[in-house]
Nanobody, 114 residues
Framework: QVHLVESGGGLVQPGGSLRLSCTAS????????VAWYRQAPGKERELVAS???????NYADSVKGRFTISRDNSKNLVYLQMNSLKPEDTAVYYC????????WGQGTLVTVSS
């Protein structure tokens, strides 16, 4: 059974940093693409960043230059380094993996507030 678990969320002041992690089990991690999505209160879920099995990355315009997605296939981990956080980054952040099927984690809450 595939299981994705996000961690690293919390409360941070504007301008601060957080690093989210997503760990996967029950799946051939290295051949799957991975993405971070977020959903703010009252808004639709949106793509934040993605990284393919080959390491190619893609970012939403709103986070370019501030967020970095990376993966460690030896540890079945994906990271989202978030710098210069803004109040509008407040959301539940979800990890998604896909190749032949799609899998989602339960999410981790990030709150950016003074």
């Amino acid at each position: 059974q595939v299981h994705l678990v996000e961690s690293g969320g919390g409360l941070v002041q504007p301008g601060g940093s957080l690093r989210l992690s997503c760990t996967a089990s029950g799946i051939a991690f290295s051949i799957n693409n991975v993405a971070w999505y977020r959903q703010a209160p009252g808004k639709e879920r949106e793509l934040v960043a993605s990284i393919t099995s080959g390491g190619s990355t893609n970012y939403a315009d709103s986070v370019k230059g501030r967020f970095t997605i990376s993966r460690d296939n030896s540890k079945n981990l994906v990271y989202l380094q978030m710098n210069s956080l803004k109040p509008e980054d407040t959301a539940v952040y979800y990890c998604k993996m896909w190749r032949y099927f799609e899998y989602w984690g339960q999410g981790t809450l990030v709150t950016v507030s003074s």
